[in-house]
């Protein structure tokens, strides 16, 4: 394993870290605590430190609970980042962005997640005007006065980048995440403004959704159970077919996910990947990235 500088945290993270949305059981697939255990007691013994989470990915933190419990007794090997606001798990709506919401969301994540303190904690997919509120960050500095938190983060959605990005480091924000893989290469013109910063990058979707796996064909017929039936058929075929068109790059014998992976962390503004897992064979595979990254 190889580990990165988190940004200006000075957090060092393995390269590879997990991503922790399937654990809801989206993608066609329920998870026990069982099966979760073995998938983070296998990326203990690979070197993975870095869980990335939300208290949304689940009803009542269903993955802060499964992950709270994994890793009961052993939380000072771990780095958490979780996130928070955007939840359509109640009905509450845009209130969850609120400073009120959000520190009750704070409480109930360190409930879930079975500790004192969370690494990372994120602004979840907000628009610009839920951003741009200083009682939220207000509330949010104090948590860390507290040392309920140790660093603020922002999961900003690629539409609001540059504005949100541009304006990171006056609202106390260390880290952001964005999707970014070797299709979607929109983030690239807003790498200046991370450096500027010195922000750490936490690049989501490394896999493309796991088109560049290179198991699927365009007209693979998703059941409607799996979340990337929410795009369009004609879009998840034009990102199936530019996915097995970029896999004609990688050297033999790497698979689609370590070259996809590798692919992400060859930019060395990349702090951590994080692809989701479902099973302890995907997490080898993924982590084999780490390996193929010069």
């Known amino acids: 394993m190889q580990y990165r500088r988190l940004g200006k945290t000075e957090l060092s993270v393995s390269v590879i870290g997990l991503g922790t949305w399937q654990l809801a059981g989206v993608w066609d697939y329920h998870f026990s605590q069982g099966e979760v255990d073995r998938i983070f007691a296998r990326a203990a013994e690979l ?22 419990n994994s890793i009961a007794g052993r939380r000072d090997n771990w780095i958490i980042a979780t996130k928070f606001g955007h939840n359509p798990n109640n009905d509450l709506g845009n209130e969850n962005y609120g400073a009120a919401q959000v520190q009750i969301q704070l409480e109930e994540s360190l409930r879930a997640l079975r500790t004192d303190v969370i690494d990372i904690y994120q602004l979840h997919s907000a628009q610009n005007k839920f951003f741009n509120n200083d009682e939220l960050w207000t509330m949010l500095d104090k948590q860390v006065q507290a040392g309920k938190i140790r660093f603020l983060g922002n999961s900003v959605p690629l ?23 070797a299709i979607n290469r929109r983030v690239e013109e807003a790498l200046p403004l991370f450096r500027e910063q010195d922000l750490g990058f936490i690049a989501r979707t490394p896999l493309a959704s796991g088109f560049l796996s290179g198991k699927y064909k365009p007209g693979h017929p998703f059941p409607n159970s799996d979340v990337r039936t929410m795009f369009p058929e004609e879009v998840r075929n034009r990102d199936i077919a530019a996915a097995l068109e970029l896999l004609e790059q990688r050297p033999a014998g790497l698979s689609g996910v370590a070259w996809a992976n590798a692919w992400c962390l060859s930019n060395d503004a990349v702090s951590v990947v994080i692809p989701g897992i479902k099973s302890v064979a995907q997490l080898e595979e993924n982590v084999a990235g780490a390996d193929a990254t010069p």
Request: charged share 20%.
């Open 47 to 68: 070197g993975v430190n870095f869980i990335d989470t939300a208290e949304c990915y689940g009803a009542g933190h269903l993955s802060e609970r499964f992950i709270g």
């Open 159 to 181: 539409k609001h980048l540059e504005e949100q990005v541009g304006k990171a480091s006056g609202y106390g924000i260390s880290v952001i995440q964005t999707p970014y893989n």
